[in-house]
């Protein structure tokens, strides 16, 4: 009857404070379990976490040091560890990720021992954060002068491409089969690279040999979707083995072992995070104009609608990238009254039922679409539905479990695909 009526008085709480009745009702339940029964043969009589800093940098880690009857152990086996607001921090293998500002309790619990509790806060310093409503950082256009004024551009103003430096220099997009996943190559007029995704970790060997074929030993900017494996799994590897510009996420978080790791190897190659977002515009080639369209919201209950959905326009000719956004991100983007027509798309979620409304496709009036997926995947990608949906839109659609690598360049004129 007690519990009902906690539960009963925590539905009445606002949601702000859910998590810190959650984490009190965790600790009371566990306590009188531990005073309720008679505990036999008990291999530690204490628990105490401790932490290097009682302060953490958001998007950064920090280790929980576990000791058991006051010495430290590896033995993590039957330790749980939470924390009062996982949006704040969350806690994976041990060590705590801090997510957004503000300050968190984490307590650690055996079956029958609750430890201290530290109180950790979540700050934001040194994380390169983008913001739509100031000047976007850029990067010197031609590295041969790197003494040359660069002119910040405001994302919230439009941009009009000027034409190539040198006439007929090509913009070229090359969507790596790399089976069930995403990898995307965009080499610029002027000689930059984007690496959009680096698929799933089994072909990161595929995505560096096609980095290797076509000469490439540094990536200007780096893109992650968002953080589902089969778009960032073979992503660390590329940033331990090519140079990197600068690298582009979502503010949104997985607890997975693979972003665990590229976060890590993130920071240990000295780099930092600028935030993929509506309104973003990336200037690495004054050839061409990038614009993030998406996401447009800071919260979802799906990561996949987290994800980076990218605009690129050379003249008269544009690609859109979707990442695996599904109707919610296509509906926002729509409702956000942003041009999405574009002459190439690059579907959403390999071609998924819950992408590519007809609304949303009626919009874009893609000439060509690119299907990224595996050949006789599980999932059924890409649908009858949404093959339907593209063949009414009237887009001719190459999809790489069919016809492998596909290469589609522009000269801001015309098309050519390979």
């Given at each position: 009857m007690n519990m009902n009526k906690n539960l009963l008085n925590l539905n009445k709480t606002s949601k702000k404070y859910q998590y810190y009745a959650v984490f009190g009702l965790l600790f009371s339940l566990l306590l009188s379990s531990c005073s309720a029964k008679e505990v036999k043969d008990v291999s530690y009589k204490s628990i105490s976490i401790s932490a290097e800093n009682t302060e953490l940098l958001r998007n950064e880690s920090l280790k929980i040091n576990l000791l058991l009857d006051n010495k430290a152990t590896s033995n993590t086996k039957d330790i749980t560890c939470i924390s009062s607001d996982p949006t704040i921090a969350s806690?994976?293998?041990?060590?705590?990720?801090?997510?957004?500002?503000?300050?968190?309790?984490?307590?650690?619990?055996?079956?029958?021992?609750?430890?201290?509790?530290?109180?950790?806060?979540?700050?934001?310093?040194?994380?390169?954060?983008?913001?739509?409503?100031?000047?976007?950082?850029?990067?010197?256009?031609?590295?041969?002068?790197?003494?040359?004024?660069?002119?910040?551009?405001?994302?919230t103003d439009p941009v009009i491409p000027t034409e190539p430096t040198t006439p007929g220099n090509l913009l070229v997009v090359s969507y790596i089969d790399v089976g069930q996943g995403d990898s995307i190559l965009i080499q610029t007029p002027n000689g930059k690279t984007i690496?959009?995704?680096?698929?799933?970790?089994?072909?990161?060997?595929?995505?560096?040999?096609?980095?290797?074929?076509?000469?490439?030993?540094?990536?200007?900017?780096?893109?992650?979707?968002?953080?589902?494996?089969d778009h960032i799994g073979g992503?660390?590897?590329?940033?331990?083995?090519?140079?990197?510009?600068?690298?582009?996420?979502?503010k949104a978080v997985s607890t997975t072992k693979t972003y665990e790791t590229l976060l890590e190897t993130i920071k240990s190659n000295g780099l930092t995070i600028n935030t993929a977002k509506a309104g973003i515009t990336i200037n690495i080639d004054k050839s061409i104009e990038i614009k993030i369209i998406a996401p447009?919201?800071?919260?979802?209950?799906?990561?996949?609608?987290?994800?980076?959905?990218?605009?690129?326009?050379?003249?008269?000719?544009?690609?859109?990238?979707?990442?695996?956004?599904?109707?919610?991100?296509?509906?926002?983007?729509?409702?956000?009254?942003?041009?999405?027509?574009a002459d190439v798309l690059k579907v959403g979620h390999h071609g998924s039922a819950t992408?590519?409304?007809?609304?949303?496709?009626?919009?874009?009036?893609?000439?060509?679409?690119?299907?990224?997926?595996?050949?006789?995947?599980?999932?059924?990608?890409?649908?009858?539905?949404?093959?339907?949906?593209?063949?009414?839109?009237?887009?001719?659609?190459?999809?790489?479990?069919?016809?492998?690598?596909?290469?589609?360049?522009?000269?801001g004129q015309t098309i050519t695909i390979e």
């Open positions: 806690i994976i293998n041990y060590k705590i990720y801090g997510l957004n500002t503000g300050t968190v309790k984490i307590a650690c619990t055996t079956s029958d021992l609750v430890s201290n509790v530290l109180d950790i806060k979540i700050i934001d310093k040194t994380v390169t954060i983008d913001d739509p409503t100031t000047e976007t950082p850029t990067e010197p256009t031609d590295p041969t002068n790197p003494t040359d004024p660069v002119t910040p551009t405001d994302p690496l959009l995704d680096a698929g799933p970790s089994t072909y990161q060997g595929r995505v560096s040999d096609y980095l290797d074929q076509e000469g490439i030993s540094k990536i200007d900017v780096l893109i992650a979707s968002h953080p589902h494996a992503m660390s590897y590329i940033i331990n083995n090519y140079e990197i510009g600068s690298i582009y996420m979502p447009t919201s800071s919260s979802y209950s799906d990561l996949n609608q987290y994800s980076a959905v990218i605009k690129i326009t050379y003249n008269k000719v544009s690609y859109l990238f979707m990442g695996d956004a599904g109707w919610t991100s296509e509906d926002e983007i729509l409702s956000s009254g942003v041009n999405i027509k992408s590519s409304t007809q609304e949303f496709l009626d919009e874009v009036l893609p000439t060509y679409a690119v299907i990224c997926v595996g050949e006789d995947n599980t999932y059924g990608h890409p649908t009858e539905q949404t093959l339907d949906r593209l063949d009414f839109t009237g887009a001719d659609v190459y999809r790489t479990d069919q016809d492998g690598t596909v290469v589609i360049s522009t000269n």
